[in-house]
């Protein structure tokens, strides 16, 4: 039934920009928090940046003041900007969705991912 699908992965020369989206289903959205992770084949998955229920964001020391996490509550989507991308950041993108407040404690979800690619 919940189903988050990214999107907006692709091929990009250092220093460009990429927005990926991730589209959320079922009622649940606007309780639960949102994030994106990255992974590299063969290494663990790592957090990217994250926008809390109560739209409290964080982010990675290697990202900030290049990504932008966004929500739109109406829509049901989470974004990530990028922008000065850096060969480094290339990996698997993946939405992630989870509960945080009493009422969604134990719902934890995942997209599919969107590949991100950055040449030097």
């Known amino acids: 039934q919940v189903q988050l699908v990214e999107s907006g992965g692709d091929l990009v020369q250092a220093g460009g920009s990429l927005r990926l989206s991730c589209a959320a289903s079922g009622r649940i959205f606007s309780f639960m928090s949102m994030a994106w992770y990255r992974q590299v084949s063969g290494k663990q998955r790592e957090l990217v940046a994250s926008?809390?229920?109560?739209?409290?964001?964080n982010y990675a020391n290697s990202v900030k003041g290049r990504f932008t996490i966004s929500r739109d509550y109406a829509k049901n989507t989470v974004d990530l900007q990028m922008n000065s991308l850096k060969p480094e950041d290339t990996a698997v993108y993946y939405c992630?969705?989870?509960?945080?407040?009493?009422?969604?404690?134990?719902?934890?979800?995942w997209g599919q991912g969107t590949q991100v690619t950055v040449s030097s």
């Open positions: 926008i809390t229920w109560g739209r409290r964001t």
């Open positions: 992630n969705m989870w509960g945080e407040i009493p009422s969604t404690q134990g719902l934890d979800y």
